[in-house]
């Protein structure tokens, strides 16, 4: 059967080839590997870096409002039926 339509061909044709490179885009090359970290050594300073942002944990800046608190949660996000609870519990007043 001959193809009368060579326009709506070839934009399917393209279609194709760009869902093609796209999976073919999302394949992994090698395996990564990451070096375990045994041990962790807190460090202080007594003094800011300078030229990086930093917080000093141990100053105390008052009550943290409660719109602050949020979680980034999205379609690739499961809360399975036993952490629909804890989830509930935890405090998170917004979900992004």
Same mark, same amino acid.
């Given at each position: 059967?001959?193809?009368k339509?060579?326009?709506?061909?070839?934009?399917?044709? &393209?279609?194709?080839?760009?869902?093609?490179?796209?999976?073919?885009?999302?394949?992994?090359?090698?395996?990564?590997t990451?070096?375990?970290?045994?041990?962790?050594?807190?460090?202080? &300073?007594?003094?800011?870096p300078?030229?990086e942002?930093?917080?000093?944990?141990?100053?105390?800046?008052?009550k943290?409002?409660? &719109?602050?608190?949020?979680?980034?949660?999205g379609?690739?996000?499961d809360?399975?039926?036993?952490?629909?609870?804890?989830?509930?519990?935890?405090?998170?007043?917004?979900?992004?």
């Amino acid at each position: 059967m001959p193809i009368k339509n060579w326009a709506s061909a070839k934009l399917a044709l &393209f279609i194709y080839a760009i869902m093609i490179l796209t999976l073919v885009a999302c394949q992994g090359g090698g395996l990564n590997t990451v070096e375990p970290i045994t041990t962790l050594i807190p460090t202080t &300073f007594s003094t800011p870096p300078k030229g990086e942002f930093w917080i000093d944990p141990s100053q105390d800046l008052g009550k943290i409002s409660k &719109f602050v608190l949020g979680a980034n949660h999205g379609p690739w996000s499961d809360l399975g039926a036993s952490n629909i609870d804890p989830a509930k519990n935890s405090g998170i007043t917004f979900l992004r």
